[in-house]
């Protein structure tokens, strides 16, 4: 069960790198990308800090999920899994904004 929530994981980790290459051809280089956070502020950031943290957000959620103890896996894949649906749903709409 935990081998196939790592590979949910590191499918959700291709499909943001594919939106980074994709952000990366068709947002400006000059362009600010807005990301909002849980206080209500919005974040400017530019292009490579957006493109490229979220990514490695989620290799660093892989990482941890697959070098875990095998007794707490279970649970960590479970959890790294929703917070990569989330991290991909952010990145993807933040992307498709700045695109547009």
């Known amino acids: 069960m935990d081998l196939l929530l790592l590979g949910g ?3 959700a980790l291709v499909v943001m790198f594919a939106i980074s290459v ?12 807005r990301r909002s956070d849980d206080s209500g502020l919005d974040l400017k950031l530019g292009k ?3 493109l490229a943290s979220t ?6 959620v892989v ?4 070098s875990s103890d095998p007794v707490n896996r ?7 899994l929703a917070l990569m649906g989330f991290l991909l749903f952010a990145h993807a709409v933040s992307v498709r904004r700045a695109a547009s």
């Open 74 to 80: 279970d649970s960590l894949a479970v959890a790294g």
């Open 22 to 33: 994709w952000g990366w051809r068709r947002i400006p280089a000059d362009a600010r990308v």
């Open 55 to 60: 990514p490695l957000v989620g290799l660093l």
């Open 48 to 50: 490579t800090a957006v």
């Open 63 to 66: 990482v941890a999920t697959a």
């Open 9 to 11: 994981q590191v499918i």
